[in-house]
């Protein structure tokens, strides 16, 4: 009795990726089934895994089935990697090329990736790159690791992007006139005059994680008047901040905290502040004394930042 493709399906999505192989050697029947799980999720981060990209640029049919590629810190064939790009961008979920000396131009003009949810990457943003995300309407996260090149990025790309990972310069050519709600700044500044542009979001930002070198009290306040809808924030100061920080920094910071109504969660340069809300208060109070993340005795108190970062 023959089982139905839907099913073998199922079971080949737990079948080892040595076993899969086998599979798909011993019987012609399962075979494309076993193909199917076999390229569906690719990973490449050694030699030994290179020739598959070889595989995808030359086998259209097997490129069709990956939905996840990852590769990262080998050295690949550019023009190789472009013509996978281009086998599998019908199909793809996620992308992810952490790969230093492959330049922009991989990603060729006109290439359209209507299923791709999230892309991460070390090529600068740039004309290429856009470009391609513009024929990804679908993408909810992206990292972009490299600083950008200046231009102007199209009103029309990225309609759904809910979180952008990257660099403060990244951060103020994308963030406006996008349904971001999460924003995670690695590099750059978040300087004070940066922070409205951050609240020309089309929906609501209520995570944000930034490095700055602006005093943070005054950052805070900058925050807490354009963005006082966050929920979750952290902030790592390039600024010394005094050891230890004074009572009076630590009043001021407590201060600055009660203009966000509903945040949840706040760190500075890894000191965590805690926080509790009393049954007859309707909002927040902010402790004026903070700990260390090292010195909280349980790690649930953690629980809330710790999925986040």
């Given at each position: 009795?023959?089982?139905?493709?839907?099913?073998?399906?199922?079971?080949?999505?737990?079948?080892?990726?040595?076993?899969?192989?086998?599979?798909?050697?011993?019987?012609?029947?399962?075979?494309?089934?076993?193909?199917?799980?076999?390229?569906?999720?690719?990973?490449?981060?050694?030699?030994?895994?290179?020739?598959?990209?070889?595989?995808?640029?030359?086998?259209?049919?097997?490129?069709?089935?990956?939905?996840?590629?990852?590769?990262?810190?080998?050295?690949?064939?550019?023009?190789?990697?472009a013509a996978a790009l281009t086998n599998m961008a019908a199909t793809l979920v996620s992308l992810d090329i952490w790969v230093e000396g492959v330049e922009s131009w991989i990603f060729s003009t006109g290439l359209m990736s209507p299923q791709l949810e999230h892309l991460g990457t070390s090529i600068p943003f740039d004309p290429h790159v856009a470009g391609?995300?513009?024929?990804?309407?679908?993408?909810?996260?992206?990292?972009?690791?490299?600083?950008?090149?200046?231009?102007?990025?199209?009103?029309?790309?990225?309609?759904?992007?809910?979180?952008?990972?990257?660099?403060?310069?990244?951060?103020?050519?994308?963030?406006?006139?996008?349904?971001?709600?999460?924003?995670?700044?690695?590099?750059?500044?978040?300087?004070?005059?940066?922070?409205?542009?951050?609240?020309?979001?089309?929906?609501?930002?209520?995570?944000?994680?930034?490095?700055?070198?602006?005093?943070?009290?005054?950052?805070?306040?900058?925050?807490?008047?354009?963005?006082?809808?966050?929920?979750?924030?952290?902030?790592?100061?390039?600024?010394?901040?005094?050891?230890?920080?004074?009572?009076?920094?630590?009043?001021?910071?407590?201060?600055?905290?009660?203009?966000?109504?509903?945040?949840?969660?706040?760190?500075?340069?890894?000191?965590?502040?805690?926080?509790?809300?009393?049954?007859?208060?309707?909002?927040?109070?902010?402790?004026?004394?903070?700990?260390?993340?090292?010195?909280?005795?349980?790690?649930?108190?953690?629980?809330?930042?710790?999925?986040?970062?």
């Open positions: 009795m023959s089982l139905p493709p839907e099913l073998l399906d199922y079971v080949c999505g737990f079948v080892a990726t040595r076993d899969l192989a086998l599979v798909a050697r011993c019987s012609i029947t399962l075979y494309p089934i076993a193909l199917r799980s076999l390229y569906r999720q690719i990973t490449i981060s050694d030699a030994s895994t290179q020739s598959i990209v070889h595989t995808l640029a030359h086998r259209r049919d097997i490129a069709a089935f990956v939905r996840k590629f990852s590769v990262a810190d080998v050295s690949l064939c550019p023009h190789e990697l391609f995300c513009a024929g990804a309407p679908s993408l909810e996260t992206v990292h972009f690791a490299s600083e950008p090149v200046d231009f102007c990025v199209d009103a029309c790309v990225f309609p759904r992007l809910a979180t952008f990972t990257g660099s403060a310069k990244a951060a103020v050519a994308i963030v406006p006139g996008r349904p971001i709600e999460s924003v995670f700044i690695t590099s750059g500044d978040l300087s004070e005059d940066l922070v409205p542009v951050l609240a020309r979001s089309t929906s609501q930002l209520s995570v944000l994680s930034t490095t700055t070198n602006s005093l943070p009290v005054s950052l805070l306040g900058g925050l807490g008047r354009h963005l006082p809808q966050l929920r979750y924030l952290q902030i790592n100061s390039t600024r010394d901040l005094a050891t230890p920080p004074t009572t009076i920094f630590y009043e001021q910071v407590a201060d600055a905290l009660a203009l966000f109504p509903i945040l949840e969660s706040f760190e500075l340069s890894g000191i965590y502040w805690p926080s509790q809300v009393y049954q007859q208060e309707q909002k927040r109070v902010w402790q004026s004394q903070p700990l260390h993340a090292e010195e909280l005795d349980a790690p649930e108190d953690m629980d809330e930042f710790g999925f986040l970062w």
